[in-house]
């Protein structure tokens, strides 16, 4: 009898222990389970935080104002000289940006034409005459488009400007 009463309790410790190890394996394999989802979910919004600063990283796209070739004449100051513009290009920060320039050539058309009649014969013959031009055409592009402020280095980053002559028409 002793015997029997060993088996028992040795079924008995067997039937234990093999319950505990159930409940370590369940507990284990919810663990990691748990785990894993909340590191998808954490790397889900590492991406979306990702995408997100990229839409608001400025991309360069180039915008054609003036295609090469069309020589666009602008009169200058006083009426008596001309610039002949060979070719008008921007690097702009977003697709939206190239669109409202495609959109609105005829306003800056107008609003260049505007800064050509403010200037003279010799700003035009500087590299700082040049370069105040350029910010100057950068400037009323930002602003007819709507990139100013906060948005504006979604607006005009640089202006590409290939002036094939200046002459006197008198």
Avoid: W
Wanted: hydrophobic fraction near 45%; glycine fraction near 8%; charge should be positive.
């Amino acid at each position: 009898m002793p015997e029997e009463e060993e088996i028992r309790e040795g079924k008995k410790r067997g039937g234990l222990m093999s319950l505990i190890i159930s409940i370590v394996v369940a507990a284990v394999v919810s663990f990691a389970i748990t785990f894993l989802m909340l590191n998808m979910i954490g790397t889900n919004k590492a991406k979306a935080q990702k995408a997100q600063e990229q839409q608001e990283q400025p991309v360069e796209i180039k915008a054609i104002l003036i295609q090469p070739g069309s020589m666009y004449t602008f009169m200058l100051k006083g009426g008596k000289n001309i610039v002949v513009i060979d070719s008008l290009s921007f690097k702009v920060g977003s697709d939206q940006c190239r669109a409202s320039i495609a959109e609105k050539k005829d306003e800056i058309l107008d609003a260049i034409q505007e800064i050509f009649l403010r200037k003279e014969f010799q700003e035009l013959g500087s590299a700082a005459g040049l370069d105040l031009l350029k910010k100057q055409i950068k400037d009323a592009v930002n602003r007819i488009t709507g990139f100013v402020g906060e948005k504006e280095k979604f607006g005009v980053a640089r202006v590409f400007l290939y002036i094939k002559a200046i002459s006197s028409v008198e």
